[in-house]
């Protein structure tokens, strides 16, 4: 009997393929997901809607529910920046336990490396305009304070509860994310470019399928 690969993409926002297990834990996605009430009152605290509701709820801080060697594919873009250096332990702990031997793991997130060079080359080459700090600071996801406008209380609460404004805690580049990814035991390490994959190459198109809108690193592997 032929057996439903388990392919998860994790922290999907609003990429979510049908042949895909999506999960997400922001506020905006989830109240989004409640029949007839949940996309009015979503917006009330973000205006970014969301057409599929293919997701589901998943906490990464936490012990995955999927069995050892059960899972295909781990993918995730634009996520592990915004996890603290504990939590990438949990999450690269937890993907090597779930995936089967031959199972294959993404992660996508801002190339520091390319950030940095531009930033430098813009610096130099545009002194009179300062298009070059803005856009570092933008890059890193920094400076946000004034993201969410002035909300008001019970907003401000909610928001503070899902620890928004969502900036990274950490930033990568090709050597120090495999470094990170060949520490728990994943081999066989690539740095590929977007929608590019040696392992996922019948899939990829999925989750990597318009434009790059992001200076990244994708570094894949295998679990052996």
Known sequence: MHQTKIMLNLGCG???????????????????????????IAKLFNPVQYSESNFEYMNLNK??????NSVDVVYASHLFEHLSLNSTVVFLSEA???????GVIRIVVPDL????????HDYEHNSFNNEST???LWAINMHREGQYGN?????KMILELQGYPH??????????LSKRIQAHGFTNILSMT?????????CIGDVEGTAESYLSVYIEAIKN
């Open 14 to 40: 609003s990429v979510r393929p049908k042949s895909w297990t999506n999960t997400d834990s922001s506020l905006n996605a989830n109240l989004q997901k409640i029949p007839f009430i949940g996309k009015p």
């Open 63 to 68: 012990t995955w529910k999927y069995k050892n």
């Open 96 to 102: 090597f336990r779930c995936l089967k031997s031959g």
């Open 113 to 120: 490396y390319k950030i940095c060079k531009s930033y430098i």
């Open 134 to 136: 803005e856009f570092i």
């Open 151 to 155: 909300p008001g209380l019970i907003k």
């Open 167 to 176: 900036q990274h805690k950490y930033m990568y580049d090709e050597k120090s």
């Open 194 to 202: 977007y929608g590019k994959s040696e392992y996922l190459k019948d």
